[in-house]
């Protein structure tokens, strides 16, 4: 993962996730936030994930997620040479904050099932936000975010800091999947809407396995519902606008995958997929988040980047009425605006998919 592409959640613009990292988007301008395809936050536009998505891992974060670039294949999140970093970083973190709930409900889960690891690698970690929770969840474990773009794990060495977790948590610079090899087996082995950024999924998912202990747990967060904000009817321009950034998203999402390196068209059935790599499909659930209106000044804030990055990175794929309906929607001064207005909310599902190597 080079710092030149990006990450996600509901894959679309938002900067995944994976997860995650991030979010997070990838190249020809795609931005994390999110971390999703049918479930990555991520949004196009020039950025970078889960943690984007994607959401968008990433997304993009899709997220907390991150998004890099790496040639041959790698792992990319869209990063462009003129990226703010902490913006970008900014909005991942403030997407996995949102999303905690969802996390926190993924992690309690990974307890169950695999309750005292020694090892945990958040790949496609991003600005380290599930990192931080995975490390929390885990006192005994050491945990490694692993990703492509050093800002963002600058970002992540500072959390771990902040929190009282390292050295016990640690950053490792890497691209994906290869760069994992100087780690040592890992028990888990984190996706956060990271695997999409990746041209050949079946090839890297194999990857992943092989850096597994026998016994270790890949978490693959990709798939779900796409995130909705708004009533159907709003008041201003035609009804159904999600409905429509919904269809330019997939678009979107379908060309990114066929840009990247080495891409190769996969069908999406992930527990498929994971026996190839040679995992036991353990379980796949889908995690609800369900945050009512009227939202807090954090989610407002996270669902206010959601479109403002819609009418740059969706210029071309929405029409004119709207554009102009979401240029309202994020104009601080127009009592229609999702800064303003009472009836946001944020509503979506996350689907996770746990595979198990054999002993």
Same mark, same amino acid.
């Given at each position: 993962?080079?710092?030149?592409?990006?990450? &996600?959640?509901?894959?679309?613009?938002?900067?995944?996730?994976?997860?995650?990292?991030?979010?997070?988007?990838?190249?020809?301008?795609?931005?994390?936030?999110?971390?999703?395809?049918? @479930?990555?936050?991520?949004?196009?536009?020039?950025?970078?994930?889960?943690?984007?998505?994607?959401?968008?891992?990433?997304?993009?974060?899709?997220?907390?997620? +991150?998004?890099?670039?790496?040639?041959?294949? @790698?792992?990319?999140?869209? &990063?462009?040479?003129?990226?703010?970093? +902490?913006?970008?970083?900014?909005?991942?973190?403030?997407?996995?904050?949102?999303?905690?709930? =969802?996390?926190?409900? !993924? /992690? %309690?889960?990974?307890?169950?099932?695999?309750?005292?690891?020694?090892?945990?690698?958040?790949?496609?970690?991003?600005?380290?936000?599930?990192? =931080?929770?995975?490390?929390?969840?885990?006192?005994?474990?050491?945990?490694?975010?692993?990703? @492509?773009?050093?800002?963002?794990?600058?970002? $992540?060495?500072?959390?771990?800091?902040?929190?009282?977790?390292?050295?016990?948590?640690?950053?490792?610079?890497?691209?994906?999947?290869?760069?994992?090899?100087?780690?040592?087996? %890992?028990?888990? !082995?984190?996706?956060?809407?990271?695997?999409?950024? !990746?041209?050949?999924?079946?090839?890297?998912?194999a990857a992943f396995a092989k850096h597994l202990a026998p016994g270790g747990v890949l978490v693959l967060l990709?798939?779900?519902?796409? $995130?909705? &904000?708004?009533?159907?009817?709003?008041? !201003?321009?035609?009804?159904?606008?999600?409905?429509?950034?919904?269809? $330019?998203?997939? +678009?979107?999402? %379908?060309?990114?995958?066929?840009?990247?390196?080495?891409?190769?068209?996969?069908?999406?059935?992930?527990? *498929?997929?994971?026996?190839?790599?040679?995992?036991?499909?353990?379980?796949?659930?889908?995690?609800?988040?369900?945050?009512?209106?009227?939202?807090?000044?954090? *989610?407002?804030? &996270?669902? %206010?980047?959601?479109?403002?990055?819609?009418?740059?990175?969706?210029?071309?794929?929405?029409?004119?009425?709207?554009?102009?309906?979401?240029?309202?929607?994020?104009?601080?001064?127009?009592?229609?605006?999702?800064?303003?207005?009472?009836? /946001?909310?944020?509503?979506? $599902?996350?689907?996770?998919?746990?595979?198990?190597?054999?002993?």
């Amino acid at each position: 993962m080079s710092d030149q592409q990006q990450h &996600h959640g509901d894959h679309g613009p938002e900067t995944h996730r994976h997860g995650g990292h991030d979010q997070q988007q990838h190249h020809s301008g795609q931005r994390p936030e999110t971390h999703g395809h049918g @479930g990555h936050d991520q949004q196009p536009g020039g950025g970078h994930g889960d943690q984007s998505g994607g959401g968008g891992n990433g997304d993009q974060s899709g997220g907390g997620g +991150n998004g890099h670039q790496s040639g041959g294949g @790698g792992h990319h999140h869209g &990063h462009t040479s003129d990226m703010d970093w +902490n913006t970008m970083g900014e909005a991942l973190e403030r997407r996995a904050a949102v999303y905690t709930p =969802v996390y926190d409900q !993924i /992690i %309690a889960d990974l307890r169950a099932r695999t309750p005292r690891p020694a090892r945990i690698i958040d790949a496609g970690s991003g600005p380290g936000a599930v990192s =931080v929770r995975l490390a929390e969840a885990f006192p005994e474990a050491e945990v490694v975010a692993v990703d @492509g773009g050093e800002a963002l794990l600058e970002r $992540a060495a500072a959390r771990f800091e902040r929190a009282r977790l390292a050295p016990r948590a640690r950053t490792h610079l890497a691209e994906l999947p290869d760069g994992l090899g100087a780690l040592g087996p %890992a028990d888990v !082995i984190w996706l956060g809407q990271s695997l999409h950024h !990746i041209g050949d999924q079946r090839a890297a998912l194999a990857a992943f396995a092989k850096h597994l202990a026998p016994g270790g747990v890949l978490v693959l967060l990709e798939g779900g519902l796409p $995130a909705r &904000h708004l009533p159907r009817d709003i008041g !201003i321009g035609r009804p159904g606008l999600e409905v429509r950034v919904d269809a $330019a998203r997939e +678009n979107w999402f %379908a060309e990114m995958r066929t840009s990247l390196p080495g891409a190769k068209a996969e069908t999406e059935d992930w527990a *498929a997929l994971l026996a190839s790599a040679g995992l036991t499909h353990a379980a796949t659930r889908s995690y609800l988040l369900d945050l009512p209106a009227p939202l807090d000044d954090l *989610a407002r804030a &996270h669902v %206010a980047n959601f479109f403002g990055q819609l009418g740059e990175a969706f210029a071309e794929r929405l029409d004119a009425d709207d554009l102009a309906t979401v240029a309202r929607l994020v104009d601080p001064a127009d009592e229609a605006s999702v800064l303003c207005r009472p009836d /946001i909310f944020v509503l979506t $599902a996350q689907t996770v998919h746990m595979a198990v190597r054999a002993d």
